[in-house]
Structures are given as structure tokens and as C-alpha cells.
């Protein structure tokens, strides 16, 4: 499962990241080092303050905690050039023991998480809240 988890946030780091352009914000502020979204084996919800998107993804392991994780999410003004948030919504649940692969729909850019651990499965269920902007562009256009 660990594997799948960096499949599928590495994308995620690697396109927000691509979302300034030019811009070099680094190193990223996630807050205190001992400041986590989650403890093991809980529930969190957690979203970038408004007009914000996460730039980058920290996480921990520990199998004696039931195979869970802590997270830790960083954020970032979306860059001017795409105007302002024009609505946010949740994504659909990605259920818990199964392979999944999630993007935004409707163009939208990732504003947050919310993730449920489940026992039964040694694993989480994850949901994505995703922001749409004014002047974001389809990607069918250049």
C-alpha cells in the first residue's frame, strides 16, 4: 500500500508544483516539525486556508501504529495568473483496501484531504477538495 500512497501523491507534489511556473517558494512551511494533521490510526480533515492549494505532501510511517501514517500537508497561494477560487467541492470517497488513483474533476486544483482509518483493512479511505479557478484553462488548451 505504500507504494500506491507514492504513486499517487508524487503526481500530486509534482503538478502543484508545476502550477507556479517560474515561482521558487522552497523550503516549505509546514508549520511546527512535531505538527501533524493526524494521529495514528484517527480520522482528519484538513484544507488550505482560501485561495490556497497544497504544494507538498510529508508523511510518516510506523507498521506498530496499525501500518498508518502521520501527514503533514503544505500550502500555498495559487499564483496570481489564475485569478480567484470560483467554487470548491469534495471529491468522491476513495474507499478504504483498494487501489485507486485520483485526480480533480472539472480542472480543479487540490485544496485538501479528508481520510478515515479503518482497522479491519490496516488502511485509510481517502476524499479530495478540490478548488476550480477564474482563469484556469482546460487542459485540451496550451
Known amino acids: 500500500m505504500d507504494l500506491v500512497l507514492l504513486c499517487v501523491f508524487l503526481p500530486l ?3 502543484a508544483q508545476g502550477q ?3 515561482y521558487y517558494y522552497g523550503p516549505y512551511n509546514y508549520g511546527d516539525n512535531d505538527e501533524w494533521v493526524n494521529v495514528y ?6 484544507q488550505c486556508p482560501h485561495g490556497q492549494v497544497i ?4 508523511s510518516v510511517f510506523n507498521k506498530k501504529e496499525g501500518s498508518d501514517r502521520l501527514w ?3 500550502c500555498m497561494p495559487a499564483a496570481q495568473s489564475l485569478g480567484e477560487p470560483t467554487e470548491c467541492w469534495w471529491e468522491e470517497i476513495n474507499r478504504a483496501g483498494t487501489e485507486w488513483y485520483q485526480t480533480c ?3 480543479g486544483l487540490v485544496a485538501g484531504f479528508q481520510s478515515q ?3 479491519s483493512v490496516l488502511d485509510r479511505e481517502w476524499q479530495f477538495y478540490c478548488c476550480r ?5 482546460p487542459y485540451s488548451c496550451w
Not at 504544494?55 to 510529508?58: D, G
Open 72 to 74: 503533514n500537508y503544505a
Open 105 to 107: 474533476s472539472n480542472n
Open 13 to 15: 507534489v509534482t503538478v
Open 117 to 119: 482509518y479503518f482497522p
Open 55 to 58: 504544494v507538498a505532501v510529508r
Open 41 to 46: 490510526r484517527q480520522g482528519f480533515n484538513f
Open 20 to 22: 507556479y511556473g517560474d
Open 133 to 137: 479557478y477564474s482563469r484556469r484553462c
